[in-house]
């Protein structure tokens, strides 16, 4: 295997030269320190993000340089990732080329790059006949109507890619439908990511709308299948949620991520979706972030957690719920105990709500008094402040009924931080107190 990356450097230094195009210089490091007996490289990344290409970005041209001494060296990689880079149809074309022969390759990401339709046909196309492709990434590409209709073309006669992502790919209702159509009888996709191609239909009449979103729903009651499903910023409304989305996903008991997020979901469509997904037996993660479920989702949703045992990860964040909701589904957590991560950033946080939150992350981070001069102090647990001993600072922060509340003396956790239910990991929020009154930040 050293011997085939020693080949692949000779022949990719040797073409740089001969065409007086730049070297990579991390590529070429990584593909050295493989030659003098380091790591073989299954993976070139040459994204264009990276520092070496963020002001070089990789054009069609390149594309051959990097794939032609594959032909001559062997088959030793696995992943190519050429995202954020400025490939064209031209490049896709002989990305596809490669593809056809290819016998190694199992993870190609090409987002954000130039490729219009008649890169994504090519690519399609050359799914045809290749047998080892796992994963293709198109997402903010131009595939547009010509390339949507080949991509479905291509699900029903190749048997090996498992993660297709066409986010923001400029899909028009009709190979959208087609997708659904094709994908009932697809035995091998797992993942479909169309979000953000809702903006291309709008020209559609809420019917037509209606009609696209039927047939994805049809598609996954009758998929078995497919695991995870995105269709985030897709225009998903109440209605399509109450007649089409709740009687799937109660038909499809095998289905395990569902990110509905930034849809026009608000309390009724909210409401239906938890109600559906009672005892469901295999999602593991459903994503409403950036809808508007309110406090009646909310309480919806916390009557979903104390009948749901399998959701492990739960998207709230930015849904119009006040502290009232935010209390409901925190006192889902004396029955549930198998939720492992949520995020609530976002939505409308009151003392309440920021109580009963703090007591299953451990109580606030932190409690600030400040001194007579506005000078503030991160207080410890029962340390005096100021130093001499004026007054002393609970570290748990007053309750509403508390805080004002004359000569009440405020009640101490006993070790929180042994009884929380979420780790600092598992919620996107922070608690800490000023003058013994909680807030609420966003966790980074």
Request: aromatic share 6%; charged share 20%; proline share 2%.
């Given at each position: ?58 054009k069609d041209s390149y594309i051959d340089i990097i794939l032609s001494p594959l032909s001559r060296s062997g088959a030793f990689l696995r992943e190519l990732d050429l995202s954020c880079n400025e490939i ?357």
């Amino acid at each position: 295997m050293t011997l085939q990356v020693s080949d692949y450097l000779d022949s990719y230094l040797q073409l740089c030269n001969e065409r007086d195009v730049f070297v990579i210089g991390s590529f070429r490091k990584s593909l050295q320190g493989a030659v003098e007996g380091g790591p073989v490289p299954e993976t070139f990344k040459l994204n264009g993000n990276q520092p070496d290409l963020s002001n070089a970005r990789l054009k069609d041209s390149y594309i051959d340089i990097i794939l032609s001494p594959l032909s001559r060296s062997g088959a030793f990689l696995r992943e190519l990732d050429l995202s954020c880079n400025e490939i064209g149809d031209v490049g896709a074309g002989v990305l596809a080329a490669f593809l056809k022969d290819d016998m190694s390759l199992e993870v190609l990401d090409l987002h954000s790059n130039n490729i219009g339709s008649n890169g994504v046909t090519a690519l399609a196309r050359a799914l045809h006949v290749n047998d080892k492709l796992n994963v293709l990434d198109l997402s903010d590409n131009v595939a547009g109507n010509e390339g949507g209709m080949e991509l479905a073309n291509m699900l029903q006669i190749n048997s090996t890619l498992t993660h297709l992502h066409l986010r923001n790919t400029f899909l028009t209702a009709t190979p959208l439908v087609a997708l659904a159509t094709v994908l009932r009888n697809n035995t091998t996709l797992i993942r479909l990511d169309i979000s953000n191609n809702h903006h291309y239909t709008t020209n559609l009449t809420q019917s037509l709308s209606n009609d696209v979103m039927m047939h994805m729903t049809r598609m996954l009651a009758l998929n078995y299948t497919l695991r995870e499903i995105a269709l985030a910023k897709m225009g998903v409304t109440d209605w399509q949620v109450m007649e089409y989305w709740a009687r799937a996903l109660k038909t499809n008991l095998r289905i395990e991520m569902v990110d509905l997020s930034c849809n026009r979901i608000s309390r009724d469509g909210g409401v239906s979706i938890c109600r559906s997904l009672y005892n469901h037996p295999s999602l593991g993660t459903l994503k409403l972030s950036r809808c508007s479920i309110q406090d009646e989702g909310a309480e919806a949703v916390s009557q979903m957690l104390q009948n749901n045992f399998g959701l492990q990860s739960l998207h709230l964040d930015y849904n119009a719920i006040t502290g009232k909701g935010l209390v409901a589904i925190a006192q889902a957590f004396t029955k549930n105990f198998s939720l492992k991560q949520i995020k609530l950033w976002g939505n409308k946080w009151d003392v309440e709500a920021c109580e009963a939150w703090a007591k299953l992350v451990g109580g606030p981070v932190a409690n600030i008094a400040y001194g007579d001069d506005l000078s503030g102090t991160i207080v410890e647990a029962n340390q005096m402040f100021p130093r001499d001993g004026r007054r002393t600072v609970s570290v748990r922060a007053l309750s509403a009924k508390e805080k004002g509340a004359g000569n009440v003396q405020p009640r101490n956790y006993d070790d929180p931080r042994v009884n929380r239910r979420f780790k600092e990991s598992e919620i996107d929020v922070v608690f800490y107190a000023v003058e013994g009154v909680l807030s609420v930040a966003r966790r980074d």
